[in-house]
């Protein structure tokens, strides 16, 4: 597959996200060794992504720590993933007498805490042992987050307080009998977490507390601001212009900006959808859909590009091959047990194949009498590191959740490496970041509304989305967001924003969450 050269450079130090503070430096370390290796990898990026709302930083394995290295950041945050890992003296030592913040996630305290003289005494507190009970609910800042139980076999590390005037547990988990154990304890400069909270998220989950732990290291001084954003989505040349103006008028009404996230080429080249004729419908070629999306812009509409097509050749992927059915860079199947399975980029995938479809994207905003969009959305949230790194280079920000390969970033230095497609995760921001491609990713972690259940996943409604926004209110600095179909009755709509509105939050137009 070709790769961008500029991806080739070889460093593993990486800017912050527009706003980021300055004057901030963060060291990420991860576990690399042994069978789940590759897993620490994923963490480790993970972590570096949602630091980057914060600050810059640097990110490589734990085993090549060198002596000295923390002097030149102003936090350091491990996420340990492999039990036993065999963690440089060097860092234990340098890690017991900084005074600088340190978030330590998972395994391995255990290292610390025997290098340590007194650490009991030190923070205040001492790591102990696997606690294995049923503990469904992580409470922090006194909101309960959901901890999936796919979670429990893993473990919590349990602590014990010793000296309440030096340590505090900060968040607990509950077990299903009423029983409590510390899922984060914070002892002078250190926070320790008792697993890494990276797997089984969901939108209520305990990686909501975990995101706003590493705020307090990235930059302490984070804001507190309360934003919103709303995305209208999916919208193309066979949506309704009544409908599309009636969101306008609406949202025009309340003083909320919003996107609309454009399909510029419609089609369905089976007929799916029209007794097996086929339709290809340009955005030029309907009037009135060009006109009510000039109308939007006039109620504070912001257009932006959402894929090509939206679909991908003549065939379902996974669906029906028509335009906002189906992913467009990324090859998809329905599974016996009605999952979707991601399954590889698409055969064509290369840097001249996506620079070709945005370009064509680009001519058809430009034919129907639009600016070029600046704010790219993939279809799906779905694309390989070759088209991430073109998307990159075409746009200047995505408004997404991301999807990372295994084996992109080895020990931290992005690019480098070959994507391991059969290792893929997705990971969802509250925030502005700068993710790993180097791309600002404006975020979408709140949903949508569905009426139904499909491929497994349970409808979702408006109330459903406001307790995800009330349990992302433990983020400091999050930004409320949602994305809308507009084929749906309004009045979901509605609901959502005044909810958030109520909430204290002030919608503002994407493009000013892009610049920090």
């Known amino acids: 597959m070709q790769l961008l050269a500029a991806a080739t450079t070889a460093t593993n130090s990486f800017a912050g996200a527009p706003g980021s503070n300055?004057?901030?430096?963060?060291?990420?370390?991860y576990d690399s060794t042994g069978q789940w290796g590759w897993l620490g990898e994923d963490y480790g990026i993970m972590a570096a992504n949602l630091?980057?709302?914060?600050?810059?930083?640097t990110v490589h394995a734990a085993v090549n720590y060198v002596a000295g290295e923390i002097n030149s950041y102003t936090g350091l945050v491990y996420v340990g993933s492999t039990y036993d890992e065999p963690l440089p003296t060097a860092l234990l030592d340098d890690v017991l007498a900084t005074t600088k913040p340190v978030l330590w996630m998972g395994d391995n305290i255990w290292q610390l805490s025997a290098r340590a003289t007194n650490f009991a005494t030190q923070y205040g507190f001492t790591p102990m042992f696997f606690d294995f009970t049923n503990t469904l609910t992580v409470t922090y800042k006194g909101v309960a987050?959901?901890?999936n139980a796919a979670a429990v076999p893993s473990g919590l590390l349990q602590t014990v307080i010793n000296d309440t005037t030096r340590a505090q547990a900060i968040a607990v988990a509950t077990n299903d009998t009423g029983g409590t154990v510390n899922w984060a304890t914070k002892g002078a400069n250190l926070t320790y977490i008792g697993e890494v909270p990276f797997s089984y998220t969901g939108p209520n989950d305990r990686y909501l507390a975990a995101i706003d732990l590493l705020g307090t290291v990235s930059n302490p001084t984070m804001l507190a601001r309360k934003r919103a954003?709303?995305?209208?989505?999916?919208?193309?040349?066979?949506?309704?212009?009544?409908?599309?103006?009636?969101?306008?008028?609406?949202?025009y009404s309340k003083n909320v900006p919003f996107t609309v996230a454009?399909?510029?080429?419609?089609?369905?080249?089976?007929?799916?959808?029209?007794?097996?004729?086929?339709?290809?419908?340009?955005?030029?070629?309907?009037?009135?859909?060009?006109?009510?999306?000039?109308?939007?812009?006039?109620?504070?509409?912001?257009?932006?590009?959402?894929?090509?097509?939206?679909?991908?050749?003549?065939?379902?992927?996974?669906?029906?091959?028509?335009?906002?059915?189906?992913?467009?860079?990324?090859?998809?199947?329905?599974?016996?047990?009605?999952?979707?399975?991601?399954?590889?980029?698409?055969?064509e995938d290369s840097m001249s194949w996506t620079q070709g479809r945005i370009q064509k994207g680009l001519l058809e905003f430009s034919n129907a009498g639009f600016q070029a969009p600046t704010i790219f959305e993939p279809p799906h949230y779905a694309a390989s590191a070759i088209d991430y790194q073109v998307f990159n280079a075409s746009f200047t920000a995505r408004y997404d959740r991301g999807l990372y390969a295994t084996g992109w970033?080895?020990?931290?230095?992005?690019?480098?490496?070959?994507?391991?497609?059969?290792?893929?995760?997705?990971?969802?921001?509250p925030y502005l970041v700068r993710d790993i491609y180097?791309?600002?990713?404006?975020?979408?972690?709140?949903?949508?509304?569905?009426?139904?259940?499909?491929?497994?996943?349970?409808?979702?409604?408006?109330?459903?989305?406001?307790?995800?926004?009330?349990?992302?209110?433990?983020?400091?600095?999050?930004?409320?967001s949602f994305f809308f179909h507009p084929?749906?009755?309004?009045?979901?709509?509605?609901?959502?924003?005044?909810?958030?509105?109520?909430?204290?939050?002030?919608?503002v137009p994407a493009n000013t969450v892009k610049q920090g």
């Open 262 to 347: 454009v399909i510029p080429f419609y089609v369905d080249p089976n007929g799916y959808y029209n007794n097996g004729v086929p339709v290809a419908l340009h955005l030029r070629q309907v009037t009135g859909v060009v006109n009510a999306l000039k109308y939007m812009q006039s109620r504070g509409g912001t257009l932006i590009m959402h894929g090509y097509t939206h679909q991908y050749s003549n065939i379902a992927n996974p669906y029906s091959g028509v335009s906002a059915d189906d992913f467009e860079f990324y090859r998809a199947h329905i599974s016996s047990t009605n999952y979707v399975v991601y399954d590889t980029p698409v055969a």
């Open 229 to 251: 954003l709303v995305r209208i989505e999916d919208v193309s040349a066979d949506d309704s212009p009544t409908q599309l103006r009636a969101i306008a008028d609406y949202l």
């Open 409 to 429: 970033c080895p020990n931290g230095v992005c690019g480098t490496g070959t994507p391991n497609y059969t290792q893929i995760y997705g990971q969802f921001f």
């Open 438 to 480: 180097g791309t600002v990713v404006i975020p979408e972690q709140l949903g949508n509304v569905e009426l139904t259940t499909f491929n497994n996943n349970p409808p979702r409604f408006p109330a459903d989305i406001l307790l995800s926004a009330q349990n992302n209110t433990v983020i400091k600095d999050s930004v409320m």
């Open 22 to 29: 300055a004057n901030q430096n963060t060291l990420v370390l």
């Open 51 to 57: 630091v980057s709302h914060g600050s810059k930083y």
């Open 145 to 147: 987050l959901q901890r």
């Open 487 to 507: 084929y749906l009755d309004i009045n979901y709509l509605k609901q959502i924003v005044q909810g958030l509105q109520s909430m204290g939050y002030t919608f």
